[in-house]
């Protein structure tokens, strides 16, 4: 049992380490997440222009208020790290963790590349970690954030009990994630999502 758990969530990170190697392939740019393009426009996870118009306030926002708490940040399935790279611009120490190796070395290296370019910038920490069964110290972080990440952790609710223990009494999780349709439905989910995105107040409190 533990083998195969083992194995699938090895499984978990060389996929994603395969898709940002394709990614790269087509132009997409995982060092700043602006002005590209890949050879599927009409995706706005694939062009900069309409994931900003769409995605944009969201991302804006998890930014504002995770540099309010003055940090430390952790960021769980933190990819390549662009998100953490954001928030640690803005002087605030981050935490980044992920099960996908070439992932965490490519945040690792743009981390180095970043703290070089900008002295002002928080420091910067990017490790492997398998968050279905994290530890992390008592109330360190000001704020915990989920980029479109959660809906592939396993143990969500061990998960989100490890963030409360996690963070400090006035600490805030702040998550950005969606519910994933498929087929015909999924197509027509997704094109009316997008036209209620753009004319319509759709974020929630939970």
Not at 67 to 91: D, F, K, N, Q
Not at 139 to 166: N, Q, R
Request: aromatic share 10%; proline share 2%; glycine share 8%.
């Amino acid at each position: 049992m533990h083998n195969d758990y083992s194995k699938k969530i090895k499984g978990e990170g060389d996929f994603w380490d395969k898709e940002v190697e394709m990614m790269q392939k087509k132009g997409f740019d995982f060092a700043s997440r602006k002005n590209f393009r890949t050879h599927r426009p009409l995706s706005m996870w694939e062009d900069s222009f309409l994931e900003g118009l769409i995605r944009g306030p969201y991302k804006n926002e998890i930014i504002r208020r995770a540099v309010e708490t003055g940090g430390p940040v952790v960021e769980l399935g933190c990819g390549t790290g662009w998100l953490s790279r954001e928030i640690a611009s803005h002087g605030v120490d981050v935490e980044g963790y992920d099960v996908a190796q070439e992932n965490i070395a490519f945040a690792q290296a743009q981390a180095k590349k970043q703290k070089k370019e900008k002295s002002t910038s928080g420091a910067m920490t990017f490790e492997i970690k398998d968050l279905n069964h994290a530890h992390f110290p008592k109330e360190k972080f000001g704020a915990a954030v989920v980029w479109d990440s959660l809906h592939h952790m396993a143990g969500l609710e061990a998960i989100c009990i490890e963030m409360k223990k996690a963070l400090r009494n006035d600490g805030v999780f702040l998550i950005f994630d969606h519910i994933e349709f498929r087929g015909v439905r999924g197509l027509m989910s997704k094109t009316l999502a997008l036209i209620f995105y753009m004319i319509l107040p759709t974020e929630e409190s939970f």
